[in-house]
């Protein structure tokens, strides 16, 4: 099957574009493209892919499942357990692994609770 040049056609309404003004119209489709899906994650979880980006945290796999159902249980799965991790992290001054050790085992979590509800 061979396909029928169509090039002519298709690429009328930019011919006539500068490079800039080409170069900012690929950018605000970007931007369409990108804002619906930003929009979704930003406002939409799960366990598993909770789960998954601590595992991409390098935090262990037995210690996943502990932290996000810490999390649940904190109302805090919005904020994202990677992101609490890292609250933790950041706050007492230790690495990843040692906060989510900490977090998984039950620790922290009203420091970091706090830390969200105070915007730190």
């Not at 989510?100 to 039950?106: D, Q, V």
Request: proline fraction near 2%; include cysteine; glycine fraction near 8%.
């Amino acid at each position: 099957m061979k396909r029928e040049d169509d090039f002519e056609v298709r690429h009328q309404h930019l011919k006539d574009l500068t490079d800039q003004e080409l170069y900012d119209r690929f950018w605000d489709l970007i931007r369409q493209v990108d804002e619906p899906l930003l929009k979704l994650g930003y406002e939409n979880t799960t366990p598993s892919v909770e789960r998954a980006v601590l595992m991409r945290m390098g935090v262990s796999s037995l210690d996943t499942q502990k932290i996000v159902n810490h999390c649940m249980d904190h109302g805090l799965m919005g904020k994202g357990a990677g992101h609490c991790v890292y609250k933790l992290s950041k706050l007492e001054d230790i690495s990843i692994r040692d906060a989510s050790i900490k977090l998984a085992e039950g620790e922290g979590w009203d420091k970091v609770a706090a830390a969200f509800k105070g915007g730190k």
